[in-house]
């Protein structure tokens, strides 16, 4: 017995350590696409440039939409190691793994070892944790302290804690909850109160809310994420009107920010974002259901409560992205996990390899026409370089799903789910992979790269009737807006003089200037240039010319 003790340890550290290396491995091998990864690279690197940590900036213009952890996390990563495509990707990376890391341990302490393996392996296989764990965004962050602090509270309300450990388990859930405020907002408060209150309703356990200390809670919460909010404000008076109003009521309610959705948008997300365990979700939905009628606490019914209130919660919202479910994810993993672990030789898990089977085959059939999506700004030989990487996902899930068909027709539930993981992680890092092919057109690496030799310090950049997201970071300098607002348009209001509002100003400031770039779209170069406009152009691609006074 206690040599296979041994084995079981020894065959979960090479897991592990092959699932890390798969997982960081691979950070540094693609180009910054906009418009997220170029804008969350940007926004730290002009805080290691100015100095100025405390007032996010984009493009040289003050960027309120979201808390500053994740620009810091980024920004200390740029100090220590260099501005790089993974030192710019790390901060969700990181989370990410720490997440499946997370859900492991909290659903093993909840439910059992085995379904603790399961629960982990089915997070790190899931298609959208995968993906958004390797794309800097700051969704992966919030959803890891998010579901990070619900297990948390699982573990401190749990019948078997003791006083010393609830009370170390339930501060820990509000350290969480207050690095994802500072990540993302107040969603980092607004959800989980919700949770418990809802989960308070269902089971009628009154005393549930005294339970978890939130007087406390709040204590702790206000001193972690307190002094950034005030000093903030301090500097930029306008800081909390746009951020708490703008930013999180408007954005809820309204559909301000051009993401609406219908509120069906999240039920194909989740089903994609899931694969490839859609034949072990409802049932692991149903397994959320049970009572554990010698309990107290019901863990899975609050993991349950969770999942169902953030799904609703922003399927009724008027701004919705694909990410937006993401803390969802572990969550489910541990249910599913939970539901998994009856299975035995008498209970089949095989069949549940299915969906991985028979959507792998169905890719490997439809990536010949992945060439169809072709345009004249995305050119049908990127797609031809992507098809090999698509081939190789789509083979991986199909392969993943066949070994856990064998595996599981054996008895071997576990070693099954972590074949089909396996199968889900390359089939989620060949479309990610791959999307680099893509790369010369969704991303200004290529045309900084020729550029940024040629361009000398103080000299004026314009970004003309356009605004690309990765150019500043890889020019290493930010740009002068002109005739261009959007995002940035918070920010031109507070420094208008910083922005020149129309091509008449900007011809003036050109022909002003000794030396001069301007960055514009082949139709303004177009329209320009019939104007006889004095340009010499440099370079461009599909989506943009890069021009340089005579």
Sequence with gaps: ??????????????????????????????????????????????????????????????????????????????????EHHWTARLWPALTGFLGVLATAFATARLFGLQAGLMAGAILGGSVLWNVIGHVNTLDM??????????????????????????????DGAWVLLALAVLSKGLIGLVLPAATVVAYTLWQRDWSFILRIRPFRGMLIILA?????????????????HFFFIHEHFERFLTKAHGRYQPIWYFIPILLIGMLPWLGSLLQGLGAGLRRDSGHR???????????????????????KLASYILPIFPTLAALIGLHLVGYTTSRRIEWHALPAIIIGGACLFLVPFVTRFANEKVPVALYEAYQPWLYGGAGALLLGGLVAFVLGRQGRSVAAVISLA????????????????????????????VIRPQLKAGVPFFSVDTYDQSLQFYLQRTTTMVSYRDELGFGIAQEPEKFIPDLAGFEQAWKAAPDAWALMSPATWKAMDSKGFPMREVVRDT????????
């Design 1 to 82: 017995m206690r040599k296979l003790i041994e084995l079981r340890s020894g065959s979960l550290l090479v897991l592990i350590l092959v699932f890390t290396l798969a997982w960081f491995g691979t950070l540094d091998q693609r180009r910054l696409i906009n418009p997220d990864e170029g804008r969350y690279s940007e926004i730290p690197r002009e805080m290691v440039a100015s100095g100025d940590w405390l007032t996010p900036r984009l493009n040289g213009l003050k960027y309120f939409e979201k808390p500053a952890l994740q620009y810091w996390a980024t920004a200390t990563a740029f100090t220590l190691f260099g």
């Design 141 to 170: 962050s919030v959803s890891f302290f998010l579901a990070a602090a619900v297990f948390a509270l699982c573990l401190a309300q749990r019948d078997e804690a003791n006083e010393q450990e609830s009370r170390r388990w339930q």
């Design 224 to 240: 972690i994420t307190a002094p950034w909010f005030i000093a903030v404000s301090l500097v930029n008076p306008e800081f909390a």
């Design 297 to 319: 606490f019901q863990p899975q019914r609050f993991l349950l409560v969770w999942t169902v209130l953030v799904f609703v919660f922003f399927s009724v919202s008027s701004s």
């Design 422 to 449: 396996f199968g889900g992680f390359a089939f989620g890092q060949g479309f990610l992979l791959g999307h680099d092919s893509l790369g010369a057109v969704n991303s200004a690496h290529d045309v900084a790269t």
């Design 543 to 550: 989506r943009r010319v890069i021009v340089r006074k005579p």
